[in-house]
């Protein structure tokens, strides 16, 4: 840990190699995962050795390198390609994709193009870490005051360069003495909660309490949830938010025991280009995450499975979004349209 509030760092490029922190392995062994060629970065985020919609983008952004210093332009592009078609939901990933791509297409150079490939992914790297912080500081004042907050999935450090997203405004606070508790859903069938969520936030010192899933209603009804804040891997333009399957629900029991429910994401993570959430792409996994955890058969064999990766929480259901930018409040597709065009104006 290099401080108090940040996690072992969890994607690192050097000597043309990309170094991973293999989140499947987490919490019992802290390895790192290797890649050398493209191949294995594809098959890394489609593992979720990497995951979590910004460090996915990074991941890949870094990935499209391993094709080479002396790989041509038509190269460079396949390896583009190959890598959107890892993960369909985290719009991050097709965001860092677009920007190599602009990058490649932005000079005639071939000779230079690698080099300019490679600061373009570092920019990219550096940016995410300055958003962590800011999402932090703007979040941390909406949940000033609250004694327990609950969160799901991990977007925390691990999703990200630093500090993440839903858990900045946690770190934000627990660098000045003043964290809340949290209450992390173990977040199933993968476990992202219990196993990441968990690990990070006891790393840095950051009291947290493991539930099942099916406890937050429970606990909300006895009045023990002050906030709910989680991650998004893409969000439309009305501001309904795809996030890690189970957080529509939780959003429902929220607005129902009147506890408020936020959204935070960086503002490459809204897809603007779709109106509404009902659009998002919805990963489909493999059956063996839910009948067979871990290699020990829960399901028979005749039973059918569904294995959605996601689902989307309408935007009625959230009360803001918290960005790098500031905090979207209500969001609306006329909210989310002034928060991006303040964005544009000239300062």
Known sequence: MSTATETAETIIFRDGQLDLLDQTKLPTELTRLVCTNIEQAHDAIRRLVVRGAPAIG??????????????????????????????????????????????????????TLYERLHREAVTIHDEDRRMCRSI?????????????????????????????????????????????????????????????????????????TVLTDSMSGGLMRCGKVDAVIVGADRIAANGDAANKIGTYPLAVLAKYHKIPFYVAAPTNTFDLKLPAGDQIPIEQRHRDEVARPGG??????????????????????????VTEKGVIRSPTTETVGQHFRKLTLPS
């Open 58 to 111: 990074i991941a890949a952004a870094y990935g499209v390198l391993l094709q080479g210093r002396d790989a041509d332009r038509q190269a460079f592009g396949e390896a583009m390609d190959y890598l959107a078609t890892s993960r369909p939901t985290a719009v991050n990933l097709f965001w860092a994709m677009d920007r190599m791509r602009d990058v490649m297409n932005s000079h005639d150079d071939d000779g």
């Open 136 to 208: 932090g500081a703007n979040g941390a004042a909406l949940i000033q005051g609250c004694r327990n907050v609950l969160t799901h999935c991990n977007a925390g450090g691990l999703a990200t360069s630093m500090w993440g997203t839903a858990l900045a405004p946690i770190y934000h606070m627990h660098e000045q003495g003043k964290a809340p508790h949290v209450f992390a859903d173990e977040t199933r069938p993968l476990l992202q909660g219990a196993r990441l969520t968990a690990w990070e936030l006891s790393q840095a010192g950051v009291a947290v």
């Open 296 to 321: 020990v058969q829960f399901v028979p064999d005749a039973a059918d499975v569904i294995n959605p990766a996601f689902d989307v929480t309408p935007a009625e259901l959230i009360d803001a979004i």
